[in-house]
């Protein structure tokens, strides 16, 4: 597949999103082999002319601009006789016709020209009506620090892979900055993108083609968008593999991701409903408030992360947190904060009411400054989500 690439003057990632709108969808790579039997069809759809069409006179009499007596003068040149009736240039003498035509600037037709010819004769698309598209929450927006620290994050993974993100950093401020304000925009009064699937499309969309980065931009547009996701309690289903992912990337990347058959309008708009609406169906809702847990669960909590002690008692046990606070001139001092309950066995599960006593006694709630998020510790981390699709990562690295 990389050698149609070069052939077709087409970036690799190009040639991917071309052949899977060619309905060649097994291709997922740029080692990965074209079938004999797709091959004529892969050609035509990236701009070029199939087997067949290259072994006839008339293809490469229009490509060089010569009629057939012309051509026949060609190819003696070239050292190939050849019969005026026939219709198929002799055996061997394709890739000498192919240099001459090279040698004359008549090159084979970009599939850009294709898809251009293709348009004129397509019809207009109905006119876009803007629509909400999933659920409305209390919006927190990754800021310009985080998402440069999302891209540091990868370009060390990357390193520790040695194969650096080169070159590294942020390549222009301003639409990197453009691109974090998008998802923010409105009208004064309503916001453009309300619900969580919609801001979280502008973001990636942004991202992508905005291009803020020096290189690693789909990648970081990836971890950026599970970053937001998941702190608005949204995960992506299971059923979002990787090969999944990565072919849906590559689509948002070349504006592969409209109905094709169709002139549009307002593509970035359509792009964007089109974005949310995989999105929405693609994830779901993670509940975050309080929950049953198992007592070893809790205890591994309150220990591990918050320092308390455990002592049994004959009822239950008592659970005492020590709190540092400043007393007078500034000496420290430690209080404790104290909740007795019985638990039962490791394995029984201590109910939502009994946590959130223990929560507001141990002073390890919201009003503390303690959300559910920070104790129960599931908001996740841009590495925790390279790890997880560092083989995604790596693939797009590749194109």
Known sequence: MSDLAIQSDMDVEEVLVTLWYADIEYVSEPTSRIRASDLNRALRACGQAGRGDRRKKTYWAERLGMDSGELERALAGLGYASSAYARTVPKGSQSRLERLASTMGAESPTAVDLRSAEADELPLASPLVWREIGQKKPMSYLTVDEVEAIHGALE???????????????????????????????????????????????????????????????????????????????????????????????????????????????????????????????????????????????RSILTHDFECEIEPRTSGVVVRRPIEERGFLGRKKVRYRTFQFVPGGDGREIGPGTVKKLRHELHLDEAHEVDSVIFYGEERSADDFILQYRSLLRALAKV
Not at 185 to 204: D, F
Not at 263 to 283: F, G, H, M, P
Request: no cysteine; proline share 6%; hydrophobic share 40%.
């Open 156 to 298: 060390s993974d990357a390193n520790e892979a040695n194969d650096p993100i080169w070159p590294p950093g942020v390549k222009n401020h301003d639409s990197l900055a453009s691109a974090l304000t998008r998802p923010q925009t409105g009208n004064g009064v309503e916001p453009k993108y309300p619900t969580v699937e919609m801001a979280a499309a502008a973001l990636v969309h942004s991202l992508v083609h905005n291009h803020p980065f020096h290189n690693g931009n789909k990648r970081t547009a990836v971890v950026s968008l599970l970053v937001f996701l998941d702190r608005h309690s949204v995960w992506l289903r299971d059923t979002v593999d990787k090969d999944a992912l990565f072919k849906w990337m590559l689509e948002v990347t070349n504006h592969r991701i409209l109905k094709k058959g169709y002139i549009y309008d307002q593509i970035a708009d359509r792009e964007v409903l089109e974005i949310s609406d995989w999105i929405r169906k693609n994830s779901r809702s993670i509940s975050r408030a309080e929950r049953p847990i198992t007592w070893r669960q809790l």
